[in-house]
């Protein structure tokens, strides 16, 4: 490859352009985190060498929304914006093949490879640009990435937690309940004006203030115009079918349960991983016993710590020194079976959960 040859411009020279610009619009339906917005941006005050940011989070939290949320209110400082939906490693190759493109249209025709190099050079070589990897899997996939560029502002999503050496780090938790009561609302009534909203603090406690639950749950409100007294009902007689419904236009990539099964996918290496999770979501969400999990575990206690560490690294559980808490609609969506029940009178196939530990002695007036 010639650096300024016919096809080939030298990055270097090549001007930032607010106008070439790339993000997603937001939503106008964002509420609250105004404290969350205010630890960002105060992460991401800093020059000279490359600031970079992590956002992590549950899926379905709203990491991606705070995000965009941010570029909106502040691309004015920066002289350039790139949102790359960041998935997979192709994904950033060719997201940054993008930025080259859109930089320099004389490299459409070059191989995407060299395209995603000149991206990274131009990169290396300017400052007062913002760039967002969306929804990264693994800190390992932009590791390379992070190497060889020094400057610049860099935000990252991700549901994982931990591995983010030498990054500023965000955990970004559930809506309070006002706020999720008011996104709920919001979402209704931008549809449904007059809506009638009687226990909507109900449901949004049932959705555990999920940002992503508490929107495909108005949608479905607004789209069907019930109530969310009935909508409880549904999630009380219909789990599955609730947990995987999308509303006309919906993203169906985007459901509840699709969103924590692409996480658990990514787990499937550690099989006690499912058995863990399965066992977790009977017993009450907050203020699980470690001790006792362990103890009634049928796997060497090594098993079930890598199981802990690795569903906590991907924010599916929460630890500390003596409990583990799990999010109650991450309960809901693990005991909801993922095939409909056999027919009445036919036969019936075993049981797919792990059983209950016994009880360790007789209950107190019990022979």
């Known amino acids: 490859m010639v650096v300024g040859g016919p096809h080939v411009p030298a990055m270097e020279s090549i001007p930032a352009s607010a106008e070439l610009s790339r993000f997603p619009r937001g939503s106008d339906l964002f509420v609250g985190r105004s404290d969350e917005l205010d630890r960002l941006d105060a992460a991401v005050a800093g020059s000279g060498r490359a600031v970079v940011v992590a956002v992590h989070g549950l899926g379905g939290v709203g990491k991606s929304t705070l995000s965009a949320r941010f570029v909106r209110l502040h691309a004015d ?9 960041a998935d997979s490693a192709s994904a950033i190759d060719s997201g940054l093949a993008d930025l080259a493109t ?19 050079r131009w990169l290396a070589t300017h400052d007062g640009w913002l760039l967002v990897l969306d929804n990264l899997t693994t800190p390992a996939h932009a590791e390379e990435l992070l190497e060889r560029v020094r400057t610049g502002t860099i935000v990252i999503t991700s549901r994982q937690a931990s591995g983010w050496r030498g990054v500023k780090a965000i955990q970004l938790d559930v809506l309070s309940p006002s706020e999720a009561m008011e996104l709920l609302s919001r979402v209704v009534r931008t549809e449904w004006p007059d809506a009638d909203l009687p226990d909507v603090d109900r449901l949004c406690e049932e959705l555990g203030w999920l940002p992503l639950a508490v929107e495909q749950a108005g949608a479905y409100l607004a789209q069907t115009r019930i109530t969310p007294t009935a909508y409880l009902d549904l999630l009380r007689r219909y789990p599955a079918r609730m947990f995987t419904t999308t509303v006309e236009g919906g993203d169906a990539q985007r459901t509840m349960a699709r969103v924590w099964h692409i996480t658990l996918d990514r787990l499937a290496d550690t099989p006690s991983v499912g058995r863990l999770l399965r066992r977790l979501a009977w017993y009450a969400p907050e203020a699980i016993p470690r001790r006792l999990i362990i103890t009634s575990a049928r796997e060497p206690e090594p098993d079930v710590l890598e199981a802990l560490g690795r569903l906590a690294a991907y924010n599916m559980i929460t630890l500390d020194t003596h409990t583990i ?27 797919r959960h792990h059983r209950c530990p016994p009880l360790p002695r007789p209950l107190p007036g019990r022979a």
């Open 77 to 85: 400082r920066y002289r350039l914006v790139w949102w790359i939906t």
């Open 102 to 120: 859109t930089l320099a249209p004389q490299t459409a025709n070059l191989p995407s490879d060299q395209r995603t190099e000149l991206a990274v």
């Open 325 to 351: 808490a799990v999010h109650r609609l991450v309960q809901a969506v693990t005991r909801t079976p993922d095939r409909p029940p056999p027919p009445t009178g036919g036969h019936h196939p075993r049981p």
